[in-house]
């Protein structure tokens, strides 16, 4: 078959075309019927399922993510009681109102068993934070270095929480040696527990 019988075909007469002919047309038939199908239909279900797949490796990772927490959800619950009983534990060391004017005979109990010497023990006014109230209490003492570290490691001791802040340690009489004694002046820092009703 060459260009000459190519150019007699008679579209009235494709039945009687020769078989490669034929095939040529129902080739280029089936190429343009699945290039339409492809462009008006498949197309825009491509770019459908390509968000459903996203959305699939999402969801997919959410529940992968839930089910993690479900297997461990006895560990968590039973963490959750012991972070509250570990702060329970906490709050029971912070005094209530009633307990602040013992606390503070326990520190100065504290520093006279240390044998320090109270040059200054004042409370200052309190200040109230998010669920704890600070009074802040002023001291200066005299005393050895031995009798300082006494003094700190019993309020370390005590059965309610006292912080000190700001040290000052300087010798209080200047040029006399070994064996004087030294003043320190710092501010103690206990706390308690505001109620409910934020008092």
């Given at each position: 078959?060459?260009m ?6 008679d579209?009235?007469e ?5 078989l490669p002919?034929k095939?040529?047309v129902v080739l280029v038939?089936v190429?343009?019927?699945l290039?339409?199908?492809y ?14 797949e ?5 969801l997919?990772n959410e529940?992968e993510?839930k089910?993690a927490?479900?297997v461990?959800l006895d560990?968590y619950q039973?963490?959750?009681?012991e972070m509250?009983?570990?702060f329970?534990a906490?709050l ?12 503070l005979?326990?520190?100065s109990?504290?520093g006279?068993?240390a044998g320090?010497?109270?040059?200054l ?11 704890y109230?600070?009074?802040?209490i002023r001291?200066?003492v005299t005393?050895g ?5 006494d003094f ?15 040290v000052?340690?300087e010798?209080q009489d200047k040029?006399k040696g070994k064996?004087?004694?030294l003043?320190?002046?710092?501010t103690?820092?206990t ?6 009703g934020?008092k």
């Amino acid at each position: 078959m060459n260009m000459n019988d190519l150019k007699s075909l008679d579209f009235s007469e494709i039945g009687e075309w020769p078989l490669p002919a034929k095939l040529v047309v129902v080739l280029v038939v089936v190429a343009l019927v699945l290039g339409g199908v492809y462009w008006f239909v498949t197309r825009d279900q491509l770019v459908v399922l390509k968000k459903e797949e996203i959305t699939e490796v999402r969801l997919k990772n959410e529940f992968e993510e839930k089910q993690a927490k479900v297997v461990n959800l006895d560990k968590y619950q039973q963490q959750i009681e012991e972070m509250k009983q570990s702060f329970g534990a906490m709050l029971r060391q912070l005094p209530n109102k009633t307990e602040v004017a013992g606390l503070l005979v326990d520190v100065s109990q504290t520093g006279l068993g240390a044998g320090l010497e109270f040059e200054l023990f004042q409370p200052q006014s309190e200040i109230s934070r998010e669920f704890y109230a600070e009074l802040p209490i002023r001291i200066e003492v005299t005393g050895g270095y031995h009798e300082f570290g006494d003094f700190v490691s019993g309020l370390a001791a005590l059965p309610r929480i006292v912080t000190l802040h700001d040290v000052e340690i300087e010798p209080q009489d200047k040029g006399k040696g070994k064996g004087s004694k030294l003043a320190m002046r710092a501010t103690a820092k206990t706390y308690r527990y505001l109620d409910e009703g934020g008092k």
